[in-house]
């Protein structure tokens, strides 16, 4: 499913300089995507510091980046407990209620959190977003019960359309059963048609900025191998840690040039711009894709030296 909820104001507003924050490593680390190492650093701080909030908080992020979600549960609901004052937490316990599917406790949690503070706009956003996962749910529930339902149809069609990208619902209530997995159909002939391959591309880097989970994987080839001959269910599951854990991520492709190279395979070469919340760069990409059905579908992708 898309993941509807961004995990925002990861930290508290600080009152000392930059310099003087002693937490400054260990948001470097976590920058960096180094999340082992942040939690020996934050550990090691709460180990001196076992009350403070900010350092309670930034564990709890840690937490939910290594995909210890009942651990960054724990702490941030102590957080609300001890400081109910606050938002943030509240706000971050509902991503992480969404993200086992308690669209209730999300709802509440986010509740909770404009309750506390009317004017925080993610909060307002984020419940929103519950709101139309509900009712997507409710309306698909329906279509279940009356396939002829015409007007449920419509309604979930127009929740859907809230997003660029289709709202995937829970596969336990999917109304339209999955295709079945198409072979790879290398074209006809050597012409290929490079808008409608760079459309594809230019749709994977927009789901990749939506944060739209189920529409990024779906641009991957069945035959897809990761790079370093990764399991792809652990790349996937990477992938998806990724694409969940920023506020907003944008995705900018300069220079592509298509290039066929043989077996029906083309590649496409471009720069990436990557930018989030909290990290940015600019690489080299090539994306080799295989026609699969009607779609063009990414077989490897592998960063270059631009």
Request: glycine content about 4%.
């Amino acid at each position: 499913m898309r993941y509807l909820l961004p995990i925002l104001s990861l930290f508290f507003a600080l009152t000392t300089s930059a310099a003087e924050d002693p937490l400054a490593t260990v948001r470097a680390l976590v920058d960096g995507n180094q999340f082992e190492a942040a939690a020996a650093g934050v550990k090691s701080y709460l180990k001196q510091q076992p009350s403070d909030p900010q350092g309670r908080f930034l564990y709890g992020v840690i937490l939910t980046e290594q995909g210890k979600t009942t651990q960054a549960i724990e702490i941030f609901t102590a957080l609300t407990q001890e400081y109910p004052e606050l938002p943030e937490p509240h706000n971050n316990l509902a991503v992480l209620f969404a993200t086992q599917g308690d669209y209730v406790r999300a709802r509440d949690a986010l509740l909770v959190s404009i309750n506390t503070h009317p004017s925080y706009a993610t909060a307002h956003e984020n419940l929103g977003d519950i709101y139309a996962r509900m009712a997507g749910m409710a309306y698909d529930k329906a279509l279940h019960l009356d396939r002829k339902n015409e007007t449920a149809k419509a309604k979930l069609g127009l929740v859907r359309n809230l997003f660029s990208n289709p709202l995937a619902m829970p596969a336990s209530t999917a109304t339209v059963a999955a295709p079945k997995t198409a072979a790879v159909t290398p074209p006809a002939t050597t012409t290929i048609d490079t808008d409608k391959i760079m459309a594809a591309v230019q749709a994977w880097a927009n789901a990749w900025s939506q944060r739209d989970v189920d529409a990024y994987l779906s641009f991957y080839s069945t035959h897809f191998k990761p790079a370093n001959g990764r399991p792809r269910s652990a790349w996937q599951k990477q992938r998806t840690r990724r694409l969940r854990a920023p506020a907003f991520i944008e995705i900018k492709l300069h220079k592509p040039q298509v290039t066929l190279s043989g077996s029906g395979e083309v590649q496409v070469h471009f720069i990436q711009e990557y930018r989030s919340d909290s990290y940015k760069d600019r690489i080299g990409k090539r994306l080799s894709l295989v026609q699969e059905g009607d779609r063009w579908l990414i077989s490897s992708e592998y960063a270059t030296s631009r």
